[in-house]
């Protein structure tokens, strides 16, 4: 299984890591996901899903 959101997509970046003498190496940066059972009003039952953070203040407004 993908570590993605399965409400937004997103998906981990990928970068670089710059020490003080500009040596660089490959860095990623992982979402910070959480497992959340969400209500389905359509099939009125509860869903388990993998959320981010982000998604999970965005489901709460």
């Given at each position: 299984m993908a570590r993605s959101c399965d409400l937004?997509?997103?998906r981990r970046l990928v970068g670089n890591k710059?020490?003080?003498a500009k040596n660089r190496t490959k860095m990623?940066?992982?979402v910070n996901l959480q497992t959340k059972r969400?209500?389905?009003p359509e099939t009125n039952s509860t869903v388990?899903?993998?959320l981010s953070t982000s998604a999970?203040?965005?489901l709460d407004k």
């Open positions: 937004t997509g997103k710059v020490s003080h990623r940066q992982q969400v209500f389905d388990k899903l993998r999970i203040r965005t």
